[in-house]
């Protein structure tokens, strides 16, 4: 029973990171692309594509993380 307990508590860690870096995301898409869009500042500065660029990243890096999390059958593998 502890070894699925601590697996349950990997793979909430990992979503948890998953969900703060998609906060990040949306806080950077949000913030520096779509409001700037819907002001009226309809040209694309470079400060825009910074945040746009950080967006993404964010989101391909929580693409990464969920990567990590694991199954009971990954378990198993690892221990023989």
């Given at each position: 029973?502890?070894?699925?307990?601590?697996?349950?508590?990997?793979?909430?860690?990992?979503?948890?990171?998953?969900?703060?870096?998609?906060?990040?995301?949306?806080?950077?898409?949000?913030?520096?692309?779509?409001?700037?869009?819907?002001?009226?500042?309809?040209?694309?500065?470079?400060?825009?594509?910074v945040h746009f660029v950080v967006a993404v990243a964010?989101?391909?890096?929580?693409?990464?993380?969920?990567?990590?999390?694991?199954?009971?059958?990954?378990?198993?593998?690892?221990?023989?």
């Amino acid at each position: 029973m502890r070894r699925r307990d601590d697996l349950a508590i990997h793979n909430e860690r990992v979503k948890l990171a998953v969900t703060i870096l998609n906060a990040i995301a949306i806080a950077f898409f949000g913030l520096g692309v779509a409001r700037p869009l819907i002001d009226g500042d309809v040209a694309i500065t470079p400060m825009i594509v910074v945040h746009f660029v950080v967006a993404v990243a964010a989101v391909r890096v929580a693409y990464m993380v969920l990567g990590q999390l694991k199954t009971d059958d990954a378990e198993k593998e690892t221990d023989r």
